[in-house]
């Protein structure tokens, strides 16, 4: 959970939630400086940690990184409950996991965490994007992301690319700053009822 020292590292916690195979992993591994050059290992659940820095405040993110088989619910929920934020990540290259965005992942998570959880939308693998054949799906368009992030009321959307590092510490910069955003607002609330500052 986020320890709100002011002298202190901040510590937040996040968990990536999305379809299999689209490179959920790896923009972990890349954020934390462990080697990308080989395909990540089968996820069924793994720990990273890694620094951000906003506002002149150092925040240490503490990040879950599941598998989305059905068989490992209860582990993806073991790592829900103790998150502060999410982030929801879907391949360009992939519209089923775009899909699965509204279909299964913010549903389930919503399901554990209620509707006021806080989330960022992801989109992987856009190095990819100019590679494609006859025989895929035509790649999900930067627009069409931003029109799902406000249909779905994401603090933000990013796009990003392990393979070229593009944008991938602007995904946890985005992280920090939902979490801190949320904070803001509840500040605010009790400034309201409590008439205190």
């Given at each position: ?12 916690q996040c ?9 959920k ?9 462990r080697t990308?050059?080989?395909?990540p290992?089968?996820t ?26 059905p068989d ?39 399901n554990?965490?209620?509707k006021?959880?806080?989330f960022?939308l992801v ?28 249909e ?9 690319s ?16 939902c ?12 400034q ?6």
């Amino acid at each position: 959970m986020v320890n709100t020292g002011s002298t202190e590292t901040r510590c937040l916690q996040c968990t990536l939630v999305g379809d299999a195979a689209i490179g959920k992993t790896s923009l972990i591994r890349t954020y934390t400086d462990r080697t990308n050059n080989t395909p990540p290992p089968d996820t069924v659940f793994d720990n990273y940690a890694g620094t951000s820095t906003y506002s002149n405040q150092e925040f240490t993110i503490s990040i879950f990184d599941c598998s989305s088989k059905p068989d490992h619910a209860s582990i993806r929920l073991f790592a829900y409950k103790d998150s502060d934020v999410f982030a929801l990540c879907y391949s360009v290259m992939d519209r089923d996991s775009f899909e699965h965005i509204k279909s299964k992942w913010l549903p389930e998570v919503t399901n554990i965490m209620g509707k006021r959880v806080n989330f960022v939308l992801v989109a992987t693998q856009i190095d990819l994007r100019e590679s494609i054949d006859l025989d895929q799906d035509i790649p999900v368009s930067k627009t069409e992301g931003h029109n799902m992030a406000e249909e779905i009321g994401a603090c933000s959307f990013i796009e990003c690319s392990s393979s070229n590092q593009d944008n991938v510490q602007c995904v946890f910069e985005d992280v920090v700053q939902c979490v801190l955003k949320q904070k803001k607002k509840k500040h605010s609330i009790v400034q309201r009822i409590f008439g205190t500052k």
